[in-house]
């Protein structure tokens, strides 16, 4: 077998991995022009597919685990992170290692995936993490904004693809209106099965599943229900709202999307370098009353080449059938909300430095006590 030929195999193997590693997703691949003809080529080309940032070892950017695991050391927690599609995760993974200042405590392990909270669970129960040392972190997002960004994530990496070699896809994916009608009267628990373009074409159609994918995520049981969770909706009952909230309990960390650099900045708070170094104090840029000091913040910002928008953007036609594919993640969010701004709160009063100055986070769409109880 020829250099080439080797060459050509091993990248075969790596598109496939990176094609399977997001069924709902950014993953695509190609073998340019000319690979068998030259091996020099090849092998570049290979050794390029291949490398990793030698700054960040473990940092491999697929869409499943962002840092492939990092093992903690003795005496240190390992930090699990449910990283649910669209909420900023990969953001908040690259603060972790990357940056002037590494955010993640010397020692700390992470194990993070796109996966759903019994994942994580199973992935401690494997590495044998001892229950002391397992640390659940997650962040999450208001549901109106997570929805339409989870649309236009698909219309700037898919669908221009999945609509050129099926045209009946234009029927769900024409624009943001279809794509919403979809869901608003297609909510069953075997969305998987569902049809489009008639009764007669029942597929699975491609792409994230927004309706209340959140929950989704934090409610799962079943950790064998991961590989199309953004895609799927499990068959597990949903769990009680109360119940959801007795599980956020058990998190360490609970970020919230819009506010990122207040998040980052409980984050430091709550990492285990406080607790072993007996440090009392935050970062300089975590103190908001200070202009200079708040915007020398330097955040990892990861857009997935999604272009600017916003709510606002989308019709009240369009706002209804976001709300009403999103109820359960509505009331998640806002549990979220006041569990972070508590979190907050204990984090000022020991460190004497002023974290949130805007503590207005529940827009005025969430007052219907519809939406909350």
């Given at each position: 077998?020829?250099?080439?030929?080797?060459?050509?195999?091993?990248?075969?193997?790596c598109c496939?991995?990176?094609?399977?590693?997001?069924?709902?997703?950014?993953?695509?691949?190609?073998?340019?022009?000319?690979?068998?003809?030259?091996g020099?080529?090849?092998?570049?080309?290979?050794?390029?597919?291949?490398?990793?940032?030698?700054?960040?070892?473990?940092?491999?950017?697929g869409?499943?685990?962002?840092?492939?695991?990092?093992?903690?050391?003795?005496?240190?927690?390992?930090?699990?992170?449910?990283?649910?599609?669209?909420?900023?995760?990969?953001?908040?993974?690259?603060?972790?290692?990357?940056?002037?200042?590494?955010?993640?405590?010397?020692?700390?392990?992470?194990?993070?995936?796109?996966?759903?909270?019994?994942?994580?669970?199973?992935?401690?129960?494997?590495k044998?993490?001892?229950?002391?040392?397992?640390?659940?972190?997650?962040?999450?997002?208001?549901?109106?904004?997570?929805?339409?960004?989870?649309?236009?994530?698909?219309?700037?990496?898919n669908?221009?693809?999945?609509?050129?070699?099926?045209?009946?896809?234009?029927?769900?994916?024409?624009?943001?209106?279809?794509?919403?009608?979809?869901?608003?009267?297609?909510?069953?628990?075997?969305?998987?099965?569902?049809?489009?373009?008639?009764?007669?074409?029942?597929?699975?159609?491609?792409?994230?599943?927004?309706?209340?994918?959140?929950?989704?995520?934090?409610?799962?049981?079943?950790?064998?229900l991961?590989?199309?969770?953004?895609?799927?909706?499990?068959?597990?009952?949903?769990?009680?709202?109360?119940?959801?909230k007795?599980?956020?309990?058990?998190?360490?960390?609970?970020?919230?999307?819009?506010?990122?650099?207040?998040?980052?900045?409980?984050f430091?708070?709550?990492?285990?370098?406080?607790?072993?170094?007996?440090?009392?104090?935050?970062?300089?840029?975590?103190?908001?009353?200070?202009?200079?000091?708040?915007?020398?913040?330097?955040?990892?910002?990861e857009?997935?080449?999604?272009?600017?928008?916003?709510?606002?953007?989308?019709?009240?036609?369009?706002?209804?059938?976001?709300?009403?594919?999103?109820?359960?993640?509505?009331?998640?969010?806002?549990?979220?909300?006041?569990?972070?701004?508590?979190?907050?709160?204990?984090?000022?009063?020991?460190?004497?430095?002023?974290?949130?100055?805007?503590?207005?986070?529940?827009?005025?769409?969430?007052?219907?006590?519809?939406?909350?109880?």
């Amino acid at each position: 077998m020829t250099v080439a030929c080797v060459a050509h195999v091993l990248l075969l193997f790596c598109c496939a991995a990176k094609a399977d590693e997001l069924a709902a997703s950014t993953a695509t691949c190609s073998l340019p022009d000319g690979i068998a003809d030259d091996g020099a080529h090849a092998l570049e080309l290979l050794q390029k597919t291949m490398e990793v940032d030698s700054q960040t070892m473990e940092v491999g950017l697929g869409p499943y685990s962002i840092l492939k695991g990092i093992q903690a050391s003795p005496g240190h927690p390992t930090w699990g992170f449910s990283h649910m599609p669209k909420c900023g995760g990969v953001s908040f993974l690259k603060q972790l290692v990357k940056g002037a200042v590494r955010l993640l405590p010397e020692g700390d392990g992470v194990e993070d995936a796109e996966v759903c909270h019994a994942k994580i669970e199973w992935q401690f129960k494997q590495k044998k993490v001892a229950t002391g040392d397992q640390h659940y972190a997650t962040f999450f997002r208001e549901p109106r904004a997570q929805v339409y960004s989870q649309y236009l994530h698909m219309v700037a990496h898919n669908v221009k693809g999945w609509t050129k070699q099926n045209p009946d896809l234009n029927e769900v994916y024409g624009n943001v209106t279809t794509w919403l009608t979809h869901f608003a009267e297609n909510r069953s628990t075997t969305f998987q099965e569902q049809s489009y373009a008639g009764e007669k074409k029942r597929t699975k159609l491609p792409g994230y599943n927004p309706v209340n994918m959140q929950s989704r995520f934090f409610e799962c049981i079943d950790p064998n229900l991961q590989v199309d969770l953004a895609v799927s909706v499990p068959k597990d009952e949903p769990l009680p709202m109360g119940a959801l909230k007795d599980r956020m309990e058990g998190y360490t960390f609970i970020g919230i999307l819009e506010r990122y650099q207040e998040s980052i900045c409980l984050f430091a708070f709550l990492s285990s370098d406080w607790r072993v170094m007996g440090k009392k104090s935050l970062p300089t840029y975590c103190d908001c009353q200070n202009k200079e000091l708040w915007e020398s913040f330097s955040g990892q910002h990861e857009d997935h080449g999604v272009r600017s928008h916003s709510v606002n953007d989308l019709s009240s036609h369009d706002l209804k059938m976001v709300d009403a594919i999103s109820q359960r993640d509505a009331m998640l969010w806002r549990s979220a909300v006041k569990r972070f701004t508590s979190d907050i709160d204990k984090a000022e009063r020991t460190t004497g430095t002023k974290i949130l100055c805007d503590r207005q986070i529940v827009p005025g769409y969430m007052a219907s006590a519809s939406l909350l109880e």
